[in-house]
């Protein structure tokens, strides 16, 4: 079976920064996509970020320039390095992997593009 298990989360002051980590086991990942998403109380999930399976990586407006999205594929895990954190930036996020092999379309920033999902890990964000 296919397990995406996420970590790294935690509660951080505004300002600083957070790292999470999501580790793939079941197959391998290269050649797909993979992607963050966030669901705040009260709000529908949204997209954070994404990484292509070639590297191009896609980021929402509100992070963009404070977020940063890798992979090593080595190691099957992808990453999403958390800088200036705000506490809009509160939410449970989650990891999540395209099931398309070598997709060279746009649609990284749509969650039903994703095929396989982790359980999420909450980050809290103080003022």
């Known amino acids: 079976q296919v397990q995406l298990v996420e970590s790294g989360g935690g509660l951080v002051q505004a300002g600083g920064s957070l790292r999470l980590s999501c580790a793939a086991s079941?197959?391998?990942?290269?050649?797909?996509?993979m992607g963050w998403f966030r669901q705040a109380p009260g709000k529908e999930r949204e997209f954070v970020a994404a990484i292509s399976w070639s590297g191009t990586t896609y980021y929402a407006e509100s992070v963009e320039g404070r977020f940063t999205i890798s992979r090593d594929n080595a190691k099957n895990t992808h990453y999403l390095q958390m800088n200036s954190l705000k506490p809009e930036d509160t939410a449970v996020y989650y990891c999540a992997a395209d099931g398309r092999k070598y997709y060279s379309g746009s649609s990284y920033y749509t969650s039903s593009s994703y095929t396989y999902w982790g359980q999420g890990t909450q980050v809290t964000v103080s003022s």
């Open positions: 079941g197959r391998t990942f290269r050649g797909y996509g």
